[in-house]
């Protein structure tokens, strides 16, 4: 029972890596085009509207290209001729989000299963021993020929940790892999920053998180 006397409504925790574990993905993206010379928006633009490049990234995400080809289907796009890297310097200005990393260490202490569900962007991004230190369960998509939103990836994700869906509460920073986790039974949390996230998640989990700040 929570403290104000209200039933839990999960008991494991599924996360997102980056833009829950890490800073925002999106400033680092728009730090990656104004470097280049772009608008700042000019790649999350070309995601929304290229039918193309959004395939092409769920090809990198389940491991059926490399970041380097990925990156030589987007500079063209993109007018940025040094290829090169180009993944790598799209995602140079993310760092930990030391609040929420707290969070899911305190989560796992405190006996809730935890789970890490990202999709790969070919890059290494990951700390795996952080990842083994954090986490009862790692899923990531270049790893298992899945991609959020698929329901599929949700579903290996609460087997591995050992729970049923419904039993978990997911974060993310995306909305349609929110409505992924949640079609398939779990608790969605928007992650909109620790500020927010935390208080929601000690809400469903019945569990005190480390504080923001």
């Known amino acids: ?26 400033q680092s993206f ?12 000019a790649f999350a633009d070309l995601l ?11 090809q990198l995400e389940t491991a059926q290209i ?16 040094d290829t090169d890297g180009l993944m790598g310097r799209l995602f140079a200005g993310i760092g930990p989000d030391l609040a929420m990393i707290d969070a899911v260490r305190a989560a796992r202490g405190a006996g809730v299963r935890t789970g890490l569900i990202s999709n790969s962007v070919g890059t290494d991004i990951y700390d795996r021993g952080v ?23 949700f579903l290996l994700g609460a087997e591995r940790v050992g729970l049923e869906p419904g039993a978990c509460v997911f974060v993310d920073d995306l909305r349609e892999n929110c409505a992924g986790a949640e ?14 996230t935390l208080p929601e998640l000690e809400r469903l989990l019945g569990v005190e998180l480390a504080p923001v700040g």
Request: net charge negative; aromatic share 4%; with cysteine.
């Open 1 to 26: 029972m929570t403290a104000d006397g209200a039933t839990p409504r999960g008991r494991g925790l599924l996360v997102d890596f980056g833009g829950v574990l890490t800073t925002n993905v999106f």
């Open 30 to 41: 728009r730090a990656f085009c104004r470097a280049e010379g772009l608008a700042e928006d």
């Open 48 to 58: 929304r509207s290229s039918p193309e490049t959004r395939a092409k990234l769920r």
């Open 66 to 81: 490399g970041a380097d080809e990925f990156g030589r289907h987007l500079g063209p796009l993109l007018g940025v001729a």
């Open 131 to 153: 990842l083994d230190e954090l986490f009862d369960a790692v899923v990531i998509s270049g790893e298992v020929g899945l991609h959020k939103p698929q329901p599929e990836i």
């Open 183 to 196: 079609d398939v039974g779990m608790t969605a949390v928007l992650h909109r920053g620790p500020e927010r």
